[in-house]
């Protein structure tokens, strides 16, 4: 079975240019996380969807980040502008959350490692 | 304060040590208890997984969780050298529309040959 897919796995980029960053969660899992780990504030929560809707987004760090889920096989999370501040391993998880609040093992990729100059 | 407080070691311990891995967190909503590993250059994988207050025991992996106190732990018995990596508390609360997992900052552990 293939696991949670991003793209790209690596991205340099300077700063002010746009940074797109791609998920393909695992085909029948509902639920779909963004997380951002740095070694000084760790694995980050950044937004969370449920069934393709964006539940919580408190985690996003600012205006310049934005996240869309289109449909259930696909989500995005993109820096427009992108700065140096924003450099860290990008991750993408996702889960079955089943009824009756029982959730299952989350699963994550192999994340994007985003390096702004 | 963040919700989820992990010392971020590292801890360095001779093969065959008993390691004792902790968190402490502050939001009682928290009801789903886990651990996860994660090797260098790689994302997190599920170790154990818990519920319920008490004691959870899978190999060599035991996991701890008291609720009365907010704190959990992870004991790895027999450690091994393939045991290095970084080991991360996560928590799970329900919330409008789902639940959302919370992690710790993680433990990088060292397990000497």
């Known amino acids: 079975d293939a696991g949670v897919i991003q793209s790209p796995r690596h991205e340099v980029t300077e700063m002010g240019q746009e940074v797109t960053l791609r998920c393909k969660p695992i085909s029948g899992h509902n639920s779909l996380f963004w997380y951002r780990q740095t070694m000084m504030r760790g694995l980050e929560l950044l937004i969370y969807f449920n069934n393709n809707v964006p539940i919580d987004d408190s985690g996003m760090p600012e205006d310049r980040f934005s996240a869309k889920m289109p449909n259930a096989s696909f989500s995005t999370l993109k820096i427009q502008p992108s700065e140096p501040r924003d450099s860290a391993v990008y991750f993408c998880?996702?889960?079955?959350?089943?009824?009756?609040?029982?959730?299952?093992?989350?699963?994550f990729g192999e994340g994007s490692r985003l390096t702004v100059l | 304060q963040k919700e989820v407080e992990q010392d971020p070691g590292p801890l360095s311990v001779p093969e065959g040590a008993i390691v004792s891995l902790n968190c402490t967190y502050s939001n009682s909503a928290f009801q789903y208890f886990m651990w996860y590993r994660q090797y260098s250059r790689k994302g997190p994988e599920l170790l154990m997984y818990?519920?319920?207050?008490g004691n959870k025991e899978d190999g060599r992996f035991t996991a701890q969780v008291d609720k009365s106190s907010k704190y959990i732990s992870l004991f790895i018995r027999d450690s091994q050298p393939s045991d290095s990596a970084t080991y991360l508390c996560?928590?799970?609360?329900?919330?409008?529309?789902?639940?959302?997992?919370?992690f710790g900052a993680g433990t990088r552990l060292f397990v000497k040959a």
């Open positions: 996560a928590m799970s609360a329900q919330v409008t529309g789902g639940f959302k997992t919370i």
């Open positions: 998880a996702s889960r079955l959350t089943k009824a009756k609040g029982v959730i299952g093992e989350l699963f």
């Open positions: 818990t519920y319920s207050s």
